[in-house]
Nanobody, 129 residues
Framework: QVELKESGGGWVQPGGSLRLSCAAS???????????MAWFRQAPGAERDFVTA???????SYADSLKGRFSISSDNAKNTVFLQMNSQDTEDTGVYYC????????????????????WGQGTQVTVSS
């Protein structure tokens, strides 16, 4: 059974940075490297939105509005995906979720939450002064 666990959330002032982690378990080390893994976020009272994804075998995708500020990376040996968030503003406040699909989605599905098979519980990020 695959489990995803996010960590690294918290409070940050506008302009600050946070780095989130998503640790995947339930399979052996390096076994998630072929998966598409993504971050979504949900602001208070809003729907869950796509943030970024890393493709199994290489490649990334970002929400257009977040390019340049957010960066996704992975440590395949540790089955962990990271989300580096810089120059944060109050609109970045929300719960951040990690998601996994075993394999490669077609490009059009990367930003669709229902395409992913596994989800973490989420980690809260609050950006305020």
């Amino acid at each position: 059974q695959v489990e995803l666990k996010e960590s690294g959330g918290g409070w940050v002032q506008p302009g600050g940075s946070l780095r989130l982690s998503c640790a995947a378990s339930g399979r052996t080390a390096n076994s998630f490297r072929g998966d598409d893994m993504a971050w979504f976020r949900q602001a208070p009272g809003a729907e869950r939105d796509f943030v970024t994804a890393t493709r199994g075998g290489g490649g990334t995708s970002y929400a257009d509005s977040l390019k340049g500020r957010f960066s996704i990376s992975s440590d395949n040996a540790k089955n962990t995906v990271f989300l580096q968030m810089n120059s944060q503003d109050t609109e970045d406040t929300g719960v951040y979720y990690c998601a996994d699909y075993r394999g490669r989605l077609i490009v059009a599905q990367l930003r669709v939450q229902n395409a992913y098979e596994y989800w973490g519980q989420g980690t809260q990020v609050t950006v305020s002064s």
